[in-house]
């Protein structure tokens, strides 16, 4: 158990909510999982790269069920290496697929994607929607953020970047500031939109190894997954310590390995996407 900022604490023995364990394509099976997504029915929404495919799964379920994609290809109901997922506030389904260098909408229900953004896109990764209906992108390959409207359909340059952009999250109850995470680069990156350049920065090498996936909680403070260092580092908002919650050199069970998504659930559960594992592990506050 350890003890956190803003008086939270975490259990750090996991329960599996995601994947048996197993690489594979079965209804029970995840194959090198990344990004992770929890509604508030604590529903998991999951991108099982490998599969080409979302897949959902409902509390206390041993079984998912494909919502996007489900075999790899190009055709509006495949997928092809999806990263990145999100909703807004309608339900609608936003996913990077990557390989396929586009954005792809799902309406509730439906198996069939919609392209929002193509051609100008080079291996998106990660998506966030604002409060005002707007979809940023971090477009890794082109070295950009770029925010899509979603009511207009025009896309436009956030900024530019010597690093190549990966995670992507706003800041509680913020439609203009979010943190970005590079795969090329230890530090995330605080910007605010209209503001040249970036505003603060979080971690150095000492504290990030890789980073890819981040989240932030009603608190705003910042968690993200660490590849490198095999551990979920957390940026306390009230404080400014830096903490390892789960990994590293803590008692963390089972042993974290390739972390590559982390999200929470509206009662702040954390959840970690165990690559190597095929599987996401939940991570619940005491």
């Not at 290809?73 to 260098?101: C, R, W």
């Not at 509730?108 to 392209?115: I, K």
């Not at 943190?179 to 920065?201: C, I, Q, R």
Request: proline share 3%.
């Amino acid at each position: 158990m350890l003890i956190l900022g803003n008086g939270m604490q975490w259990n750090t023995t996991g329960v599996r909510v995601a994947g048996d364990g197993t690489e594979g394509s079965g209804a029970a099976q995840l194959k090198e999982p990344r990004c992770v997504y929890v509604d508030a029915n604590d529903t998991v929404y999951v991108c099982d790269t490998v599969n080409g495919r979302i897949q959902k799964w409902p509390k206390g379920a041993t079984t998912g069920t494909t919502v996007a994609g489900g075999s790899e290809g190009a055709s509006s109901n495949q997928l092809k290496m999806p990263l990145g997922l999100t909703f807004d506030k309608n339900g609608i389904l936003y996913v990077a697929d990557t390989e396929n260098h586009r954005i792809q909408k799902f309406s509730p229900g439906s198996a069939s994607g919609t392209t929002l953004v193509g051609s100008s896109l080079n291996k998106p990764y990660g998506v966030a929607v604002d409060g005002n209906n707007n979809l940023y992108i971090t477009d890794h390959d082109n070295l950009k953020v770029k925010r899509y409207n979603i009511n207009t359909s025009t896309l436009t340059d956030v900024f530019s970047s010597s690093n190549k952009p990966y995670g992507i999250a706003f800041l509680s109850n913020s439609s203009n500031q979010f943190y970005v995470s590079f795969d090329s680069s230890p530090a995330l990156e605080l910007w605010t939109v209209g503001v040249s350049g970036a505003t603060a920065t979080l971690g150095s090498s000492s504290t990030h190894g890789e980073p890819k996936s981040i989240a932030v909680d009603r608190y705003n403070n910042v968690y993200v997954a660490d590849k490198g260092k095999t551990q979920i580092t957390m940026y306390c908002a009230n404080s400014g310590s830096v903490k390892t919650i789960v990994g590293g050199s803590s008692n963390t069970s089972p042993s974290l390995d390739e972390p590559a998504g982390v999200a929470f659930d509206a009662n702040m559960n954390l959840y970690v996407t165990y690559k190597s594992l095929a599987s996401v592990y939940k991570f619940s506050l005491i």
